[in-house]
């Protein structure tokens, strides 16, 4: 895949009291405010994911403010993987963010 700006995409998963306090709603508030793609959803661990596309400055952005979170959330970690390097971000959609239900990780199927 040919390099395409400064796009990158990122994988976030979040702890602490992060669900049942508005971070997920705060989160696609916060990314279509910094004009990110993506989205959100909790995990059945207690913890939130999330997956942001876009120019890094910009996803950088949303890094540090999930670090903090809304009002009434207590962030506690918030672990970064890079799914796609700066300038290789365009294999996601580059607009809309969206708030998923939740998931599961025990309902993915096994491949080994």
């Given at each position: 895949?040919?390099?395409?700006?400064?796009?990158?995409?990122?994988?976030?998963?979040?702890?602490?009291?992060?669900?049942?306090?508005?971070?997920?709603?705060?989160?696609?508030?916060?990314?279509?405010?910094?004009?990110?793609?993506?989205?959100?959803?909790?995990?059945?661990?207690?913890?939130?994911?999330?997956?942001?596309?876009?120019?890094?400055?910009?996803?950088d952005q949303m890094i540090e403010v999930c670090r903090k979170?809304?009002?009434?959330?207590?962030?506690?970690?918030?672990?970064?993987?890079?799914?796609?390097?700066?300038?290789?971000?365009?294999?996601?959609?580059?607009?809309?963010?969206?708030?998923?239900?939740?998931?599961?990780?025990?309902?993915?199927?096994?491949?080994?």
């Amino acid at each position: 895949m040919a390099p395409r700006g400064d796009v990158t995409t990122v994988g976030l998963r979040i702890s602490g009291r992060v669900q049942g306090v508005w971070y997920r709603d705060w989160t696609v508030d916060q990314a279509t405010e910094l004009g990110l793609a993506g989205w959100v959803r909790n995990v059945t661990d207690g913890t939130v994911d999330v997956l942001v596309n876009g120019p890094k400055e910009r996803v950088d952005q949303m890094i540090e403010v999930c670090r903090k979170g809304p009002r009434l959330a207590r962030v506690d970690d918030v672990a970064v993987t890079v799914v796609d390097q700066p300038g290789y971000g365009g294999a996601f959609p580059t607009t809309g963010f969206q708030k998923l239900g939740t998931h599961n990780p025990a309902d993915m199927p096994d491949t080994d």
